[in-house]
């Protein structure tokens, strides 16, 4: 029995890092059998359904094993941004000079839609996993409930994203512009929190806009941070015009994009010490 259950895992984990590292349609039963030292008879024997069987536990196995590492970076930090950011340098790998080994399961995930159905339904649970934990981070740091799932899936966009051009490139610096990104959600929570405290505990989480000049930041067109601000705040200035009452404060919930989120912060924090 113990031979078995070792040979099972010996197939589950070579068929991992096969599929991280070329896919599902460039591995072959041969490669696998001589790499995980394993007789034909006994893939068969733990895997009925074959070749499709196997990778399809190798995907469940490695998303548990990234869901496992999510977890514990954000339950370890003071936020979701900084947990965030634990995690992308685990992701990131010993830092040796081999590269980013990226995500487990994005090359799989990336052919599959075309040559397997059941594959990619094996990758969409493991993305779903992976938002829901970061959904209930942000959650769990007080985030109206309106933006937690838009907020967990433009994380998880950053961090995948990040994660496929730092393999590609081979330029581990994807992952730094990643964090910072990542600390835009950090900007966001404060500036929730002190807009909310400012509001007297307004119900529905959100922001004042005032549409008063004299609260709108200057705008340095040469400055990109500057110019970023100053297309969210004509977005909110859009947003104020489609109000009933114009020129009157409103609430709004943070349904912005992560970039569009820190100059939302950036605009109320203004807009709050101008108040």
């Known amino acids: 029995m113990v031979r078995d259950r070792d040979t099972r895992a010996d197939l589950v984990q070579t068929m991992a890092r096969l599929l ?39 995907l469940e196995a490695s ?44 090359p799989t995930a990336l052919e599959s839609p075309i040559i397997n159905p059941r594959l990619r339904a094996a990758a969409a649970r493991c993305f779903d996993k992976w938002e829901g934990l970061i959904a209930a981070r942000i959650r769990a740091d007080g985030w109206p409930e309106a933006s937690v799932a838009e907020t967990a899936s433009a994380a998880l966009s950053l961090i995948e ?25 950090r900007s966001v929570t404060h500036a929730g929190s002190e807009l909310r405290a400012a509001a007297g505990g307004l119900p529905g989480a959100g922001c004042w806009i005032i549409r008063s000049e004299s609260f709108l930041p200057p705008l340095d067109r040469h400055d990109p941070q500057s110019e970023l601000q100053g297309g969210t705040v004509e977005f909110l200035r859009q947003l104020s015009d489609d109000n009933e009452s114009v020129g009157e404060p409103f609430v709004t919930e943070f349904a912005l994009d992560l970039y569009s989120r820190a100059a939302a912060a950036l605009f109320c924090r203004r807009a709050s010490a101008g108040g």
Not at 64 to 89: K, Y
Not at 161 to 185: C, I, T, W
Request: with cysteine; glycine share 14%; charged share 15%.
């Open 161 to 185: 994203g990040a994660l496929l051009l730092a393999r590609v490139s081979g330029q581990v610096s994807h992952l730094a512009h990643a964090k910072r990104a990542a600390m835009s959600l």
């Open 63 to 106: 998303g548990q094993a990234v869901a496992d590492a999510l977890r514990e970076a954000l339950d370890g930090a003071p936020n979701a941004a900084l947990g965030l950011i634990r995690f992308l340098e685990v992701a990131e790998g010993p830092g040796t000079g081999e590269g980013c080994p990226g995500c487990p399961i994005a």
């Open 20 to 58: 991280r590292d070329q896919g599902y349609s460039a591995t072959g039963r041969a490669q696998l059998l001589a790499e995980s030292g394993v007789s034909n008879g006994s893939l068969y024997h733990h895997f009925p359904g074959g070749m499709e069987e196997l990778a399809e536990a190798a």
